[in-house]
């Protein structure tokens, strides 16, 4: 029996959830997800896939990844980002982006 699509992004929200991520009102409107390509929790041969927004106020600027599976923690991307080691973004005129 095929799946249907409501039944699946519920069956991701639940996964979400189980796995302690807090599911609530979004800060952005749709059309500023839109903007970005980016998609809602989604099943993909078994594993959750979603879109994530990194925004940084005080520098009026924002990152956005378009596929992170559930498996990788939103550290893993920030280490990635912003190496201890690594080159800063050039908005981080202090340095103080840095995970370590």
Known sequence: KERTA??????SVQMLVD????V???E???EHWQQYGAQGPR???GELHMSMLFIYDEHNTSDFTQD???QHS???????????EG???TWDEKGRYVVG
């Open 68 to 70: 992170v599976m559930l």
């Open 87 to 89: 080159e800063q973004p």
């Open 43 to 45: 099943l993909v041969e």
């Open 6 to 11: 409501v039944a699946e992004w519920y069956e």
């Open 19 to 22: 796995n302690g991520i807090k």
């Open 24 to 26: 609530g009102k979004t």
């Open 28 to 30: 952005l409107r749709s």
């Open 74 to 84: 939103p550290l893993d991307h920030l280490i990635e980002m912003f190496p201890p």
